[in-house]
């Protein structure tokens, strides 16, 4: 931070950064750790912090208990299909606000940064009406649609940076040669855009993945819901129910988004503090 | 768990020229943009629009009478609805309890990691994990955390001869604080990568220029630090302030408004009236009092920062 910290000071830099490092992972640490305990230990009034018995009942107890296999497979429907839909409608869109200036960018752009502020029952109510007329409540491809639109922010958000870093001349060039708008978007920019489009489809995987309050209010059987809203049913009425189950489940949940994320956070912090550093 | 805004790649600037002019829109442009376009205008735009009109309607689900128009029949009885302004009243706590001691504490950690420490890998790597889980499984996580009996923080409690712990989420005292803690938890990573990139935006010559002048470390940051990150400061606070007002899944999932109502944040009591009770009109006067209160109170928030200049 400074050219000359001292060594006291440095010392105090490293105790804040463990007292970080700790709070950032003792419950994460927790909920792995009490996914392995066995029920007994679990039942002990004394808990211990990791377990002295490791045990694997609790993943087949969590499988046992609600139908988690299914709502992954509806998770991950949800998720991929929100994911790819989402990113071949915004990738032109997003083309058009990053090259051009005009009243539709500045209105699109608009809308990206007001999306952010609605609470999301005042969407929900209007979409729950609809797509009750359409017949599709409880329908995957209900939350689909509500998901692709609910992406579409973020990912016009983050695809227009990723044209911006596209040189222009390259497209210039394309288009004195006779190439036309199209042409140029598909053999010219896209390839280039090709690590950009896979970062925001991830992205938006992750986000549908782990999304709630859409799926709880659209979907009504436990055929038909996502992990999160099935995870709830762990909790039971009255308070937590299992708690090893719980956690195993859980776990199990946070998975994906996990590995996935760890696969393109590089992409979504480093393109952010490169482009920070460039200006 | 959206961030649009503060974590998107920034691409490089045009040069001097600016972008190339194209032609003025034309049919390739609105087939580039239709796809997305009617989407959005379908199931975004027109349900808002649906939504503020149903807010003046007596709309209730499973009725067989047609909905009728009221007026503002429903904001009066908002008005006098003390049980929603006591969720709003919670809501905004809420949301400034989380977002301020967030910002502290993100801007710490992002000072700790901008520096040069051996652990920045380790931070990078755990600062990942609140990040990516989905808000359900943090609610769970942290219920496990809070349980009176097995949970590692009575247990805790109980070694350092605190007492015998207590009962954390169905306190009513305890509460509010308890998921107060969960949502800074849950929104570090983002404030803390935002304000990291502002950080490195800092000019690091500035900084050496102020040492040599012999500056102190507070005046350093004052007076260079400071300025350079108070535009990414402004922003991913104004959003943190948002999001955590209209927050949803991460209570619902810890207290589910409990105890007593101590942390029914509006979003729960707008959804419980919406789909336990079946009242959309009434509900939906909600969401537009939460957006009018959310834009006068960012209006005059970013009117003060922006216009107040320095006042650090």
């Given amino acids: 931070m400074s050219p000359r910290t001292g060594g006291a000071a440095r010392t105090g830099q490293y105790a804040a950064l463990v007292c970080y490092l700790v709070f950032l992972a003792f ?3 927790w909920l792995i750790s009490t996914a392995f305990k066995p029920a007994r230990e679990l039942g002990s009034l004394h808990p211990t912090w990791l377990p002295e018995d490791p045990t ?15 709502a992954a497979a509806n998770s991950l429907t949800a998720a991929l299909c929100a994911a790819l839909i989402a990113v071949v409608i915004a990738t032109p869109m997003a083309y058009v606000m990053a090259r051009h200036r005009g009243r539709l960018s500045t209105a699109a752009t608009g809308w990206v940064v007001i999306s952010q502020a609605f609470p999301f029952v005042l969407v929900i109510i209007p979409l ?9 409540i409880n329908s995957l491809w209900g939350l689909i649609m509500v998901y692709v639109v609910w992406s579409l922010p973020f990912a016009l958000w983050m695809l227009a940076g990723y044209v911006r870093a596209v040189p222009p ?3 210039e060039a394309a288009a004195v040669d006779g190439a036309g708008k199209a042409r140029i978007l598909v053999s010219v920019t896209a390839p280039l855009l090709a690590p950009g489009i896979v970062a925001t489809a991830l992205f938006a995987f992750i986000t549908a993945w782990n999304e709630f309050f859409f799926a709880l209010v659209l979907l009504k059987t436990p055929e038909k819901q996502t992990l999160p809203v099935v995870l709830t049913h762990f909790l039971g009425a009255e308070g937590v129910a299992d708690l090893g189950p719980l956690a195993a489940a859980a776990a199990l949940a946070t ?3 996990l590995l996935l994320f760890a696969f393109i956070q590089k992409r979504i912090t480093g393109g952010l503090t490169t482009g920070a550093v460039k200006h | 768990m959206t961030l649009t805004g503060v974590v998107a790649p920034q691409g490089r600037k045009h040069p001097p020229g600016g972008p190339p002019e194209r032609r003025r829109r034309d049919g390739a442009t609105w087939f580039l943009v239709l796809p997305a376009l009617i989407p959005i205008l379908l199931l975004s735009v027109g349900p808002l629009l649906y939504g503020i009109a149903l807010a003046f309607t007596d709309a209730q689900s499973g009725r067989t009478r047609s909905t009728r128009w009221i007026g503002a029949l429903n904001f009066q009885d908002l008005l006098h609805d003390t049980l929603f302004w006591d969720s709003f009243r919670i809501g905004l706590l809420w949301a400034v309890g989380v977002t301020v001691p967030q910002f502290v504490l993100a801007l710490g950690l992002a000072l700790l990691l901008n520096a040069n420490l ?9 600062a990942i994990i609140p990040w990516a889980m989905p808000e359900v499984v943090v609610g769970i996580m942290w219920r496990l955390v809070y349980n009176p009996d097995a949970g590692i923080l009575n247990e805790t409690v109980r070694d350092l001869g605190l007492g015998d712990g207590r009962d954390w989420l169905t306190g009513p005292a305890t509460a509010l604080p308890a998921v107060i803690l969960v949502g800074i938890w849950a929104g570090m990573p983002q404030t803390t990568v935002a304000l990291l990139a ?32 108070r535009p990414v400061a402004l922003a991913i606070s104004a959003l943190n302030f948002i999001w955590n007002f ?67």
């Avoid at chain 1, 694997?56 to 299914?70: G, I, K, M, S, T």
């Avoid at chain 2, 209209?246 to 979003?267: D, E, H, I, K, Q």
């Fill in chain 1, 169 to 171: 001349e390259l497209e």
């Fill in chain 2, 246 to 312: 209209n927050s949803f899944a991460l209570v619902y999932v810890l207290t589910s408004g409990g105890p007593g109502g101590r942390t029914r944040l509006p979003m729960l009591f707008a959804y419980e009236e919406a789909f336990r009770y079946g009242q959309f009109g009434y509900a939906a006067a909600m969401g537009c009092v939460m957006v009018a209160v959310i834009s006068v109170i960012l209006a005059v928030f970013l009117a003060g920062r922006l216009g107040g200049g320095e006042d650090a």
């Fill in chain 1, 56 to 70: 694997l009942d609790n993943f087949r107890q969590a499988f046992d208990e609600q139908p988690l296999l299914r």
């Fill in chain 2, 198 to 229: 502002g950080l490195q935006n800092t000019p690091h010559e500035l900084h050496e220029a102020a040492a040599l002048d012999g500056a102190g470390a507070w005046r350093r940051f004052r007076t260079v630090t400071w300025p350079a990150i």
């Fill in chain 1, 27 to 29: 419950p994460f640490l």
């Fill in chain 2, 118 to 126: 051996r652990m920045r890998w380790l931070a990078r790597a755990l």
């Fill in chain 1, 255 to 257: 998975l994906p988004s």
């Fill in chain 1, 128 to 136: 729950f009406l609809v797509l009750k007329n359409l017949h599709l």
